[in-house]
Structure formats: C-alpha cells, structure tokens
C-alpha cells in the first residue's frame, strides 16, 4: 500500500467517525480531534443525553447482532468450569455490547463495561437498573466501571480477563492528534491482563494492510512473541468494510 493510498484510507476512515456524529454537529470537530481525551467524551455523552431525555444506546459501527457470531463462540471456548467468565467492554460508551453479553451467554460470565467517562457509565447503569435485564444464567455479573484503559492493571493485575472487546476505542485513539502512543498502551496493557488462552477483540474499520501490521509489531516491540494476530471480516456496512482482529495469547507472556 503506498503512502499516499495509506493517507487516503485515514482520512477515509476519519470521515465515517464523523459521518457516525454527525447529528451532534457542536461536538463533532472537538471530538473528532480529540478522541483521546475524556473531556471531549464527557461533552459528548452529557450532550447526546441531553437532546434525548429517553435513553437511548449509541453504537461505534454496529451493534451486538453483528459481531455476536466472533464474540460468543469463544466464551465456550475458554470455558472454565466452577468459575464465570470475565469479559471486557473496554471503552464501552453507552453500547448495548456489554449488556447483550450478559443477557445471552449460557455460561456464567462476569462482564465489566469500562469506560473514560463517568457521564457515559453513569448514564448505563441506570439504563440497565431501568430495564432490569435478565441474564440467561442466573450466576452471571454486569458491572460498569470508570476506568482508563492505559492503567488496566492497576485494577486487573495480571491474567485476569478472559476475553476484551474493543469495537472502535483503539480506532479513536489511533485517529487522534496525540493518540498514536496511548494506542500502543492500551494494547500492552490489554495482554497483560488477559489469561494464558485469553483473546483480544478488536473491531474496526482499518484495512488489515496496515492494521495488522500494527498489532504484530507493537506485540513484538513488548516482548510478546507468544501472541498469536488474525482477522475476519465482518462485512459491509454503509459502504465500509469492517473486520474482527484477534491477539490470542497461547502461553503466559507476562512473567
């Protein structure tokens, strides 16, 4: 792909974000911006809630009917009998994402849905309380946490989580003016974390030309030659292209 193809497809990639905002109009060019920062998410979510005073979820991409056929199938797979699942929504905004886990996993599961902003945690917590949704499982957990997904081991610790979902928080923070190294981060971050067998989720509009080209040679640039990178498509949507990444580690990297 040469340079100037790769320019194209950024800047191709910038504009469905911001064909996704466009409604809110008055945050678009902050956010857009400054997608790595929790004070245009803040604005956003206190604003989008604002002009809707019947809640409502805002779905990056796609919602949960999508992808539910990447997503479900490996919670059999990491399968651990006597002890729920621990699966995170990292950057979850207000995503039906985590909630649909919850509801539609045979297996007990403990999802955490994470998120920079408290206004965009605030607001789906009492969404879900509202609603009262019933987990197929009744041992099964939801909770909604604020969190940085830079500083994930400060509340995980090490080989912890059995699978994350990321659908679009690294896109936003690869599409930001300052955001190229806290992507870096949060991908170091998330394997340190993740069980021996556990996987990473990313779901994205990025080419896998430069996509996965990232994933294997930040993996590398921490050490983790053990983690295993794929990619699927999920299809087309709206004209764009979207594909599932997945980093699977297959043996303990984090000693």
């Given at each position: 792909?040469?340079?100037?193809?790769?320019?194209?497809v950024s800047?191709?990639?910038?504009?469905?974000?911001?064909?996704?905002?466009?409604?809110?109009?008055?945050?678009?060019?902050?956010?857009?911006?400054n997608?790595?920062k929790?004070?245009?998410?803040?604005?956003?979510?206190?604003?989008?809630?604002?002009?809707?005073?019947n809640?409502?979820?805002?779905?990056?991409f796609?919602?949960?009917?999508?992808?539910?056929?990447?997503?479900?199938?490996?919670?059999?797979?990491?399968?651990?009998?006597?002890?729920?699942?621990?699966?995170?929504?990292?950057?979850?905004?207000?995503?039906?994402?985590?909630?649909?886990?919850?509801?539609?996993?045979?297996?007990?599961?403990?999802?955490?849905?994470?998120?920079?902003?408290?206004?965009?945690?605030?607001?789906?917590?009492?969404?879900?309380?509202a609603?009262?949704?019933?987990?197929?499982?009744?041992?099964?957990?939801?909770?909604?946490?604020?969190?940085?997904?830079?500083?994930?081991?400060?509340?995980?610790?090490?080989?912890?989580?059995?699978?994350?979902?990321?659908?679009?928080?690294?896109?936003?923070?690869?599409?930001?003016?300052?955001?190229?190294?806290?992507?870096?981060?949060?991908?170091?971050?998330?394997?340190?974390?993740?069980?021996?067998?556990g996987s990473?989720?990313?779901?994205?509009?990025e080419?896998?030309?430069?996509?996965?080209?990232?994933?294997?040679?930040a993996?590398?640039?921490?050490?983790?030659v053990?983690?295993?990178?794929?990619?699927?498509?999920?299809?087309?949507?709206?004209?764009?292209?979207?594909?599932?990444?997945?980093?699977?580690?297959?043996?303990?990297?984090?000693?």
């Amino acid at each position: 792909m040469s340079a100037f193809t790769k320019s194209f497809v950024s800047l191709a990639r910038r504009r469905v974000f911001s064909r996704s905002i466009r409604q809110h109009s008055s945050v678009t060019t902050e956010l857009m911006e400054n997608m790595d920062k929790k004070s245009a998410w803040d604005r956003f979510y206190s604003e989008t809630s604002s002009r809707n005073p019947n809640f409502k979820n805002f779905e990056w991409f796609f919602g949960f009917d999508a992808v539910q056929d990447f997503i479900m199938p490996l919670l059999h797979t990491a399968s651990r009998p006597h002890s729920p699942l621990h699966v995170l929504d990292m950057g979850c905004g207000t995503s039906a994402l985590g909630p649909c886990i919850y509801r539609d996993s045979v297996l007990p599961v403990r999802v955490t849905c994470a998120d920079i902003s408290p206004v965009a945690v605030r607001l789906m917590r009492e969404h879900v309380q509202a609603e009262a949704i019933q987990p197929h499982d009744v041992s099964s957990h939801i909770e909604f946490l604020e969190l940085d997904c830079t500083q994930l081991d400060t509340y995980y610790g090490s080989n912890n989580l059995d699978l994350i979902v990321d659908k679009g928080t690294t896109d936003a923070l690869l599409r930001s003016k300052e955001g190229t190294e806290k992507a870096g981060l949060v991908l170091k971050q998330c394997l340190r974390v993740l069980r021996t067998s556990g996987s990473l989720l990313q779901f994205s509009d990025e080419d896998p030309d430069a996509r996965l080209v990232w994933l294997e040679t930040a993996a590398q640039d921490q050490g983790l030659v053990a983690a295993d990178v794929g990619v699927q498509e999920v299809g087309v949507l709206r004209g764009v292209c979207y594909y599932c990444y997945q980093v699977t580690l297959h043996q303990d990297v984090n000693k």
